[in-house]
């Protein structure tokens, strides 16, 4: 079957501190990788997406992820976390020749000053 | 481009009323799906659509109805409101089915059935 798993509900880190937010998936088709944030009470926003080529992906506010096909993951990561930053990621894939995106249960981030 | 629109932002609903969830788009996407956000379990997809006139379900489609008769608009109906359908319901779009597959998201529904 195919899934994503986020593996942390909830991750705080302090402020200016480097943080990485796990996403793995299973599938035996190709994919399409997706991080959107969601800050409180707003909508989803796109951070990056990783669809094909150089398997490190850059994205808005200073955040990246990496696509690691044998370790089936892609997880993002910030070198330095800043109080706007807090707010709910979630972890989104998109499976070769299916139309629907999965979304992971999300991974609420914590900034403490 | 106003983007993905939804009304209302917010709906209180007694147990058995019916109401409709508007959502409209204006970038022409033949993509538009419905999902609903619930505390520790993401956002899962209701019902989507890849065309005027083509719906499908999602992974939690049961209480739900949507019609698709134009490019723009995707309403989801709501027949007979259940306490178990509070939730925050959120409409996305996108082009369809050109790698891109990156969706736009709506500011969202908290509908409360009471």
């Known amino acids: 079957a195919q899934s994503v798993t986020q593996l942390d509900s909830q991750v705080p880190v302090f402020e200016e501190a480097p943080v990485e937010l796990r996403c793995n998936y299973s599938?035996?088709?190709?994919?399409?990788l997706f991080w959107y944030v969601q800050y409180p009470n707003q909508g989803l926003q796109l951070l990056l997406k990783y669809l094909s080529g150089s398997t490190l992906v850059k994205g808005i506010n200073g955040f990246e992820a990496e696509f690691n096909k044998s370790q089936t993951s892609f997880h993002l990561r910030k070198p330095s976390v800043h109080i706007s930053d807090t707010a709910e990621y979630f972890c989104a894939v998109s499976f070769f020749g299916n139309e629907k995106l999965t979304f992971g249960t999300g991974t609420r981030l914590t900034i403490i000053p | 481009n106003a983007g993905v629109t939804q009304t209302p932002k917010f709906q209180v609903l007694k147990t058995g009323q019916s109401m409709t969830l508007q959502c409209a788009q204006d970038m022409n996407h033949e993509y538009m799906s419905w999902y609903r956000q619930d505390p520790g379990m993401g956002l899962r997809l209701i019902h989507y659509s890849v065309g005027a006139g083509i719906t499908d379900q999602g992974e939690v489609p049961n209480g739900y109805n949507v019609s698709r008769s134009t490019t723009e608009d995707f309403p989801l109906r709501l027949l007979s409101a259940a306490p178990s359908q509070t939730s925050v319901y959120f409409c996305?779009?996108?082009?369809?089915?050109?790698?891109?597959?990156?969706?736009?998201f709506g500011p969202g529904t908290r509908l409360t059935v009471l």
């Open positions: 996305a779009s996108r082009i369809r089915d050109r790698g891109e597959r990156e969706q736009f």
């Open positions: 599938s035996s088709v190709s994919v399409y």
